[in-house]
C-alpha cells in the first residue's frame, strides 16, 4: 500500500503561482509514475501532468503546458507542481495520483493510489 498527502493548497489572484506538494509512504519503492489531477464539481477528474519515478519523465495535459511544471525529490519521497499565470479555470480540487503499473498516465484508471485532495481557489 501505499498513502499520499497533498498540501499546497490555497486562494489567490490570477496570475499568481502556487505550488503543490505530494507525499508519499508506504511501498513507495514499487511505484513506477505519480501524477496530478484536477475536479470541479459536475465534471470528470481531469489530467493535469505526471512524472515518472525513475527516469523523471513527465507528461502534461495541454490546458496547463508551458505554465505547469511537475518535479520530484525522490530522497523524500515527494513530488510538486509548481503552477505559474493561474486562471481562474484553474480553480479546482487537486488530487495527486500514483501507480505501479507502466500505463497510460493520463488516464485515471492507471493509477490505484489517490490523495484526499487539496483546494486551488484562483479570483480575477
Known amino acids: 500500500q501505499v498513502q499520499l498527502v497533498e498540501s499546497g493548497g490555497g486562494l489567490v489572484q490570477a496570475g499568481d503561482s502556487l505550488r503543490l506538494s505530494c507525499v508519499a509512504s508506504?511501498?513507495?519503492?514499487?511505484?513506477?509514475?505519480m501524477g496530478w489531477f484536477r475536479q470541479t464539481p459536475g465534471k470528470e477528474r481531469e489530467f493535469v501532468t505526471a512524472?515518472?519515478?525513475?527516469?523523471?519523465?513527465?507528461d502534461y495535459g495541454d490546458s496547463v503546458k508551458g505554465r505547469f511544471t511537475i518535479s520530484k525529490d525522490n530522497a523524500k519521497n515527494t513530488v510538486y507542481l509548481q503552477m505559474n499565470s493561474l486562471q481562474p479555470e484553474d480553480t479546482a480540487a487537486y488530487y495527486c495520483a500514483a501507480t505501479n503499473a507502466r500505463a497510460f498516465l493520463s488516464l485515471r484508471r492507471s493509477y490505484n493510489y489517490w490523495g484526499q485532495g487539496t483546494q486551488v481557489t484562483v479570483f480575477s
Open positions: 512524472i515518472r519515478w525513475n527516469s523523471g519523465t513527465t
Open positions: 508506504g511501498r513507495t519503492f514499487s511505484l513506477y509514475a
